[in-house]
Structure formats: C-alpha cells, structure tokens
C-alpha cells in the first residue's frame, strides 16, 4: 500500500479507549482490534491481539503463504489473551474481535478476521463491505430471517457469535481481496458503523481524497451523530 492514514477516538460516551491498531510502516499489512471486558481489561485483550498478530506476520513474512500466516497469527492472538486470562482471573471476560488486511510478497492482497470489526473496499464510486460480521443478527440476516434496516435497530445486533478470548473461537475468516491500483481498504472498529451507515461512509470516502483528513473527518462524524462507543478507523490505497 502506497499510502496510509489512522485515526482512533474514545468516543463521546466511553471513559478509555478500549480499540487497538497498527499500520506497519511499509504499508504490509494493517490492524483493527476491538476490545471488550470489565475494568479496561478489554484495551489489555486488544492490544494483545495486535502485538501477537504484528510478531507472527513479521516472523513468517518471508516464508509462509499469507493464508495460512494469518491464521496462524490470528489463533496464536486468541492463545495468548487465554492464557493471559488463565493468570490473571479479573480478566477473564475480556476479548477482542479483531480484522486485518495484508499485502502479500506477491502484491496480493488479504484478509481475515473474527467478530465485528469489518473491512471496506472502496473501487471509483462503490463501496463494498468484504467481512462478514460474526453476530447473532448478522447470521439473521444473512438466512433472511431480518432485513438490513431491522438488523441496524435490533438490540441484540452486538452480540458477537465469535471473538478472541474464547475456547471455541474457531479459525478465523480468510480470503483473498481482488485489489486494483487506486482502490482503498478501510478497516473500522463498529464504533464507526454503529453511527454512520455504508451510504454516508462512501460519501466521505468519495468526496474526501487527503487520507489523513477521510480518516479524522470519518472519527468526528460518528461522533457528531452520538459517539457511543470507541472509533478506529484505519484506511489504505493500494498501489
């Protein structure tokens, strides 16, 4: 990726910052973790997440198929934050949904993730939702049991079917992102898409070109549309 922007807010109702990421600074690959759990135990479990994440993509780089080094990065996260609950009980409710998008050696692009967190490509004027999120109502809509309105409104829609932090957290969800030069990734925490929906999300992508002012402008509008929860938004442009 050619180039890159991040910005992260606590929101307007949050007391911390409970969201992790990392761009690495040749632009390889990119992180968003949410994190969840009593007494900021979720900020421990995200950041977790990203450095487990950040040290097996950076150890198997050079050696093994992007595929299977994110998901064994990914699983060795979910180890890690197990055991970290295993010695230290008052964590043990945290967890971390977690989404990340890399480029391979080969120029070929990837993701894959678990929970809620999403990711975005952006290709001229359309925008398209590439994960799909691992949730109760999701799930619903996806057997059409709901619509994307009823899904948005529902009070079950942040209950995660899968996240780190969890014995049966299961492999997480990778596939292969078609990639062309100018299009651009956007990885977000739900923070972002709990306040702004995809239609007002691709307006500011289209409209904003500076990366840096699309991911700010991006944080200041789901705060200005209520903020409830923590924001993270970390976009790139494929070269």
């Not at 080094?69 to 890690?80: F, G």
Request: charged share 25%.
């Amino acid at each position: 990726m050619r180039r890159y922007a991040c910005a992260t807010d606590p929101g307007k109702v949050r007391s911390s910052n409970q969201d992790a990421y990392y761009c690495d600074p040749e632009g390889r690959y990119f992180i968003v973790a949410d994190g969840m759990g009593g007494h900021a135990a979720g900020a421990t479990a995200s950041l977790l997440a990203v450095e487990v994440i950040r040290e097996c993509l950076e150890r198997g780089w050079q050696t093994v198929p992007a595929p299977k080094l994110l998901s064994e990065a990914i699983e060795a996260a979910n180890e890690a934050i197990l055991k970290d609950q295993r010695e230290n009980p008052e964590r043990a409710d945290m967890g971390t949904t977690v989404v990340v998008a890399l480029v391979d050696p080969n120029n070929n692009c990837w993701s894959a993730h678990i929970g809620d967190s999403r990711l975005y490509r952006l290709r001229g004027s359309e925008m398209q939702q590439m994960t799909e999120d691992h949730t109760l109502v999701a799930r619903s809509v996806r057997q059409g049991e709901l619509t994307q309105a009823q899904a948005r409104m529902h009070p079950w829609r942040h209950i995660l079917e899968r996240c780190l932090g969890r014995p049966d957290a299961g492999p997480p969800a990778v596939q292969p992102i078609t990639m062309r030069p100018g299009d651009r990734l956007l990885l977000c925490s739900d923070g972002l898409t709990e306040e702004l929906d995809d239609e007002v999300i691709a307006e500011y992508c289209l409209k904003v070109e500076d990366l840096d002012q699309l991911a700010c402008q991006l944080v200041e509008a789901a705060k200005e549309r209520g903020g409830r929860d923590n924001i993270t938004v970390v976009i790139a442009e494929y070269a």
